[in-house]
T-cell receptor, first 114, second 112 residues
Framework: GENVEQHPSTLSVQEGDSAVIKCTYSDSASNYFPWYKQELGKRPQLIIDIRSNVGEKKDQRIAVTLNKTAKHFSLHITETQPEDSAVYFCAASIGAGGSYIPTFGRGTSLIVHP | DSGVTQTPKHLITATGQRVTLRCSPRSGDLSVYWYQQSLDQGLQFLIQYYNGEERAKGNILERFSAQQFPDLHSELNLSSLELGDSALYFC???????????FGPGTRLTVL
């Protein structure tokens, strides 16, 4: 089955710095890659996603890049703010015919120091 | 608030018991997904239902079962509970034709 590795497990930055979280996946059939933010005690929330036919996607301070050949994708957060502090999860999923099977990374705890 | 509701919020039970977790998707969403989140295993996909039918299966144990009813709410049944089943259980729903998922607030299950 699919295996997703996520690094680093903890990332500490100063407010205003950039943060990068990297994930690798094993199954070349994976075609949808969402990123979720989970604050302490809360539900995961989708913050950005990318499909396998796209190399990069941006949404304000957040961007995701995908390298299908190398089977890795990354989350980039620029101008970090204290409210960005949370656990971030990547996922690689196989979606076909209405079914959707995601495999998640173990999460990155991002700490943004004011 | 995502629009997905889950009950109960917390559940404390004993080993060997059976519990039922309930999820109501957002209005108009036909798919419901169940996830387990624990410190040991991380966030794991259990099962997906679409308009009442099972659509995809993940790492769901045989002791666990789910169903989706005609009104689209879903229930996850956990039986012969073990200490290791203690976890947060999330359900999510998605807009038809997309994979964008909206998670519910979760049910925290504690097995003593």
């Amino acid at each position: 089955g699919e295996n997703v590795e996520q690094h680093p497990s903890t990332l500490s930055v100063q407010e205003g710095d950039s943060a990068v979280i990297k994930c690798t996946y094993s199954d070349s059939a994976s075609n949808y890659f969402p990123w979720y933010k989970q604050e302490l005690g809360k539900r995961p929330q989708l913050i950005i996603d990318i499909r396998s036919n796209v190399g990069e996607k941006k949404d304000q301070r957040i961007a995701v890049t995908l390298n299908k050949t190398a089977k890795h994708f990354s989350l980039h957060i620029t101008e970090t703010q204290p409210e960005d502090s949370a656990v971030y999860f990547c996922a690689a999923s196989i979606g076909a015919g209405g079914s959707y099977i995601p495999t998640f990374g173990r999460g990155t705890s991002l700490i943004v120091h004011p | 608030d995502s629009g997905v509701t889950q009950t109960p919020k917390h559940l404390i039970t004993a080993t060997g018991q059976r519990v039922t977790l309930r999820c109501s998707p957002r209005s108009g969403d036909l798919s419901v997904y169940w996830y387990q989140q624990s410190l040991d295993q991380g966030l794991q996909f259990l099962i997906q239902y679409y308009n009442g039918e099972e659509r995809a299966k993940g790492n769901i144990l045989e002791r666990f079962s789910a169903q989706q009813f005609p009104d689209l709410h879903s229930e996850l049944n956990l039986s012969s509970l073990e200490l290791g089943d203690s976890a947060l259980y999330f359900c999510a729903s998605s807009v038809p034709g997309t994979n964008e998922q909206f998670f519910g607030p979760g049910t925290r299950l504690t097995v003593l």
